[in-house]
């Protein structure tokens, strides 16, 4: 099971950007699909973006397209999440996920999460 670490979340005010980075020290990540996931207080995890294991092909959710970029460096074993243009209803813990498949928004269909990364946005 591949699990993952993340960094690069925080407070941040709104309209500002955040870069979340997700390794695997051990496992390359160049095999694996990997999907970033949300959780605000009280609501149910949602997917927000996804890149395929090649990094051909992107995915992102209705409500951060176009403000968030997921771009995967093979040379650092990293994917990353650019986040731009943060508003508070971005606000909310952050996770990343890899799967040994095509992409995906569904949580269940991955098996490697990493520890989360809380990302506030707020005055």
């Known amino acids: 099971q591949v699990q993952l670490e993340q960094s690069g979340g925080g407070l941040v005010q709104p309209g500002g950007s955040l870069r979340l980075s997700c390794s695997a020290p051990?496992?390359?990540?160049?095999?694996?699909?990997i999907g970033w996931f949300r959780q605000a207080p009280g609501k149910e995890r949602e997917g927000v973006s996804c890149?395929?294991?090649?990094?051909?092909?992107?995915y992102y959710s209705d409500s951060v397209k176009g403000r968030f970029t997921v771009v995967r460096d093979n040379a650092d074993n990293t994917v990353y999440l650019q986040m731009d243009n943060l508003q508070p209803e971005d606000t909310g813990v952050y996770y990343c996920?890899?799967?040994?498949?095509?992409?995906?928004?569904?949580?269940?269909?991955?098996?490697?999460w990493g520890q989360g990364t809380q990302v506030t946005v707020a005055s």
């Open positions: 996920a890899a799967r040994p498949g095509s992409p995906s928004y569904y949580s269940e269909q991955y098996n490697g």
């Open positions: 051990g496992f390359i990540l160049a095999y694996y699909t």
């Open positions: 890149i395929s294991s090649n990094g051909r092909s992107t």
